[in-house]
């Protein structure tokens, strides 16, 4: 009977795999969010040496604390009913306090800490109650109480940083999100009731597939936004309609490298897998790349647009060669986790544009960007050749994959 209360609150074996409007809805906020993550990273552009690494690692944490609450709501309608009221009372309030965290982000590591690290700590400690106390006394509950109880436990971190001394709030913080972030991994272990790890979750698969796919479909519309704001915006030349003209084709590459195979087909791949949740754990990881590398690569092109042929600075490097680097390097990771292997065409994108990038220290924006953009069409194109006549593939994921002395998976 214990067991039965609450059990309106799991997802059915009937509910949809796609994801609800609401959760569309949702997504709104965290357009908003990345446009935020995306100018503090362009504001970086006159910084160099430690100033540049100090003002990228603080704009880094602000974004790992967002994708953990955009992470932790995606996995939340996977496990949980979105239709059920509770469930999307639970989405409304995450989104608020993602907006609020959206809002204060320019500058949350500055005056607007506390409002900042108040709506983060709203949603990690305060949702994971509200959802034990819709479970009632199903043996589900534990879960979330898990979750509350982590978040107890950085919360003073959190506090301390927002209330605390400006040159103190970086290594509070970031000692906090390595707690949060730690406690995901471990599955929130606590004595005598030990951890719940998300690789063994029930969870709709396929529903948080299409999440990830959404997720790196927001960030780059993120990106056109970009490329449009910036261009409208400033007097128009011929050099800044090319930079606009070479931004877009190098979006409309990501585009098709991510969605070339792997990404078409990684909903199928959390279909066939045999524990999705360890799936999901992993691809999580990645996408959390993704959408970082397709961040940066946007901040490069405001840079660019701005000044085609201005001088080279190593923040427009970072941004410009690093970003879609790290694409590449996240897209094979995506390629391993879906079918088990790597292919040689985003081997040799990296490779190249890593061989290039000290000869773009010397080179224009403008050359640069064309250069990446170059690098992605031989990579987009060394993928149709290989591609050409054969049929899709059957996925065929090492990490979805049970173990004969794998537990089933914990409800």
Known sequence: MAAGRGAELLRSPTSSGRATFMELFFDLAFVVALTRVSQRF??????????????????????????LIWSHTAWITSRYEPEHPLIQAVVVGTMFAGLIMAVTLPRAMEERALPFAAAY???????????????????????????????????????????????????LWATALAVDYLAWTLGWPLPWLGASKVG??????????????????????ESILVIGVVFSGRDYSGVRAAAFTV???????????????AGLLLTEAFDRAALPGRLGAASERTHLLIVLSVLATSVGYELVIDQ??????????????????????????????????????????VVVLLLLTPAMVRWAPMVGLCVVAGVLA????????????RPLEVPA???????????????
Do not use: C, N
Not at 397 to 411: L, W
């Open 308 to 349: 085609p042929f201005g001088p080279a600075r190593p923040s427009g490097l970072l941004f410009v060669a690093g970003g879609p680097v790290l694409f590449l390097v996240a897209r094979m990771r995506l390629e391993y986790e879906i079918f088990g292997r790597v292919t040689s065409s985003r081997l040799i994108g």
């Open 397 to 411: 994921s090492p990490i979805g994959r049970k173990a004969s002395d794998d537990r089933p998976a914990e409800a």
């Open 42 to 67: 362009a504001g970086l552009s006159d910084d160099a040496g430690w100033a540049l690494v100090t003002g990228f690692g603080r704009t880094l944490l602000l974004f790992l604390a967002l994708w």
């Open 121 to 171: 700590l709203m949603v990690m400690l305060v949702r994971p109650l509200v959802v034990a106390a819709g479970l009632r006394g199903h043996p589900r509950r534990l879960v979330p109480l898990r979750l509350a109880a982590w978040a107890a436990a950085s919360a003073p971190l959190w506090l301390a940083g927002a209330l605390g001394p400006d040159h103190l709030r970086l290594p």
């Open 200 to 221: 063994r979750w029930r969870i709709a698969g396929t529903h948080l597939a299409d999440r990830y796919q959404q997720m790196f479909l927001i960030a780059l519309g």
């Open 247 to 261: 931004a877009f084709a190098t979006s409309a590459l990501l585009w098709r490298i991510y969605f070339h195979r």
């Open 378 to 389: 031989l990579v987009a194109s060394l993928d149709a050749l290989r591609s050409r006549g």
